[in-house]
């Protein structure tokens, strides 16, 4: 009898060793799920109106006056909070053969407004090819940003609003284009764009153009209005 009762106690205690290692076995897998992803920098950006005026800003800890100077020192992957409304001038912008634009993007980036946030393009530009958003590559997010073109009758400060092409693969949440001379977006040779809430209004050639240009070019639109 004291045998079968210390085989039992034995038992027993083995049962309770292997319950807790199944618990942290599981609570280590669950950690491991809920951790950051592989390959992603993780970094966070502002962009204020208090913030440091130029390219000064080298780091993360500072604000930036500039989405210019924001875009040109994020990392890829990086995400850029706006959050104020603001003119950019296309006055240090050089034109050239090739489509460029007051923010040109090669990397993956994310840009959110914060609160109701407007870029409205400024300065002049009659003779060539100047969007507000060039997007060369990358997988790249814009969201709750609204894009004013400012295209008058004498002149006009941008031609599109974005230009995706080459292997960009962008994503448009909730962002708005108006008033530009030419189209409010165009995805062209080999570009991507997939746009959920996505209203184009008051462009001079129309909403949006979807052009291949000798590669595919992929739009794909939930919600949204374009007029």
């Known amino acids: 009898l004291c045998l079968e009762r210390g085989i039992s106690k034995k038992k027993r205690i083995l049962s309770a060793l292997l319950a807790l290692c199944m618990v942290f076995a599981l ?22 109106e208090d913030g ?5 800003v080298t780091d993360a800890t500072t604000d930036f006056k500039w989405l210019g ?18 003119t950019a001038g296309n006055n240090n912008v050089t034109p050239g053969n090739d489509p460029t634009g007051i923010y040109n993007i090669n990397k993956d980036l994310t840009i ?5 946030v407007t870029i409205t393009a400024g300065g002049s530009n009659t003779t060539r090819d100047i969007h507000l958003f060039n997007i060369t590559s990358g997988e790249v997010t814009i969201e709750n940003i609204t894009i004013a073109g400012a295209n008058t009758t004498s002149g006009h400060s941008i031609k599109h609003g974005i230009h995706v092409y080459n292997t960009a693969d962008v994503t448009l949440k909730d962002v708005t284009v108006n008033n530009c001379y030419g189209y409010g977006l165009v995805v062209n040779n080999g570009g991507s764009v997939e746009a959920d809430g996505f209203t184009a209004s008051g462009n ?4 949006v153009n979807v052009d291949s240009n000798g590669s595919t070019a992929k739009f794909t639109m939930t919600g949204g209005d374009l007029t």
């Open 52 to 56: 440091v005026d130029g390219n000064a």
């Open 204 to 207: 001079g050639w129309g909403g």
């Open 27 to 48: 609570g280590t897998v669950g950690a491991m799920a809920e951790g950051p992803e592989t390959g992603t920098t993780g970094r966070t950006l502002y962009v204020s």
């Open 69 to 86: 100077a924001a875009i040109n020192n994020a990392e890829s992957g990086d995400t850029i909070i706006v959050q104020y409304s603001f």
């Open 112 to 116: 959110k407004g914060e609160g109701n």
